[in-house]
């Protein structure tokens, strides 16, 4: 049971190229997020999803784009990199009323 | 709107020294849930636990102690005989849905726990 797996772990990007961060659990959860983390600032919502082909918007969605084709894998978009998209990732997911799980983090540099 | 606030940026101590970490929270739900994550140096989130609304009861697991109160809207996190592996850092958290993070979770800003041999 391998959990939340998110990849890559560490990317660095140059400004304005775009790339996807992986995210799949294997848990048949329906509900997955996304998360960025800058210091001082906790973690904030990108995006988050109900169940497949049901996606909607965080608190920081701007510059981010997902979809979820299934239940398994909920990828995150970056369409071109800004320097403030500098940031550590989370995936998380979870069934109504269980525990929230997180990935382990992508670490994302673009310079 | 909902919204965590985790007034100690850093906090530092000697081991074997008790610590409470503060969390206090805004929402207009009557039903929701808290959570603690615990974020080691090495960065994944841990989780601690969870309580709903409904239950004011204080939890005890182990060293961890959680301390619920509704008149207060806090959920404070006491760890007893503090010891260097508790150094990380210390996310509170709040979700009105279900407690499964349907819509994400409102995270805290964190507090640096610096546990000092």
């Known amino acids: 049971n391998a959990g939340v797996t998110q990849t890559p772990k560490f990317q660095v990007l140059k400004t304005g190229q775009s790339m996807t961060l992986q995210c799949a659990q294997d848990?048949?959860?329906?509900?997955m997020s996304w998360y960025r983390q800058d210091p001082g600032m906790g973690l904030r919502l990108i995006h988050y999803s109900v169940g497949a082909g049901i996606t909607d918007q965080g608190e920081v969605p701007n510059g981010y784009n997902v979809s979820r084709s299934t239940t398994e894998d909920f990828p995150l978009r970056l369409l071109s990199a800004a320097p403030s998209q500098t940031s550590v990732y989370f995936c998380a997911s979870s069934s109504p009323g269980n525990t929230i799980y997180f990935g382990e983090g992508s670490w994302l540099t673009v310079v | 709107a909902q919204k965590v606030t985790q007034a100690q940026t850093e906090i530092s101590v000697v081991e074997k020294e008790d610590v409470t970490l503060d969390c206090v929270y805004e929402?207009?739900?009557?039903?929701?849930?808290l959570f603690w994550y615990k974020q080691p140096p090495s960065g994944e989130l841990v989780f601690l636990i969870r309580r709903n609304s409904f239950d004011e009861q204080n939890e005890i697991s182990g060293r961890y102690s959680w301390n619920f109160q509704k008149s207060t809207s806090s959920f404070n996190f006491t760890i007893t005989a503090s010891q260097v592996v508790d150094s990380a850092v210390y996310f509170c958290?709040?979700?009105?849905?279900?407690?499964?993070?349907?819509?994400?979770?409102?995270f805290g800003k964190g507090t640096h726990l610096i546990i000092q041999p």
């Open positions: 848990m048949n959860h329906e509900y």
């Open positions: 929402t207009r739900d009557t039903t929701y849930y």
């Open positions: 958290a709040l979700d009105w849905y279900s407690g499964g993070g349907a819509d994400g979770l409102t």
